[in-house]
């Protein structure tokens, strides 16, 4: 069993940064292919960006393609999100999570979880 925490939430304003972490514990984050998802109020689970467990192949939901970065250092047992010029709609609470099916942006494929952070984007 792993175990997931996320920091780097807070609050910005349109079009600043902020760089999102998440370090596991329990098991090496190597055995797993990984996600960052997102969930605003009243809306959905949505996948952000992924990341295969070699750091081979990524991907990205069109709404953040060219403003986001992920990336993971196995070493250190974390994953980043890098979120350039961040826009209200950004506003959600951040999750990463583990999978054994590589790329993939379904929610239920993935079985670990952390509890989330914050970033609220707001002028």
């Known amino acids: 069993q792993v175990q997931l925490v996320e920091s780097g939430g807070g609050l910005v304003r349109p079009g600043a940064s902020l760089s999102l972490s998440c370090v596991a514990s329990?098991?090496?984050?190597?055995?797993?292919?990984l996600g960052w998802f997102r969930q605003a109020t009243g809306k959905e689970r949505e996948i952000v960006a992924a990341i295969t467990r070699r750091g081979d192949a990524t991907f990205y939901a069109d709404s953040v393609k060219d403003r986001f970065t992920i990336a993971r250092n196995n070493a250190r047992d974390t994953v980043y999100l890098q979120m350039n010029d961040l826009k209200p709609e950004d506003t959600a609470v951040y999750f990463c999570a583990t999978t054994y099916w590589g790329i993939t942006s379904r929610a239920s494929y993935y079985d670990y979880w952390g509890r989330g952070t914050q970033v609220t984007v707001s002028s």
């Open positions: 329990g098991r090496a984050l190597s055995n797993y292919d």
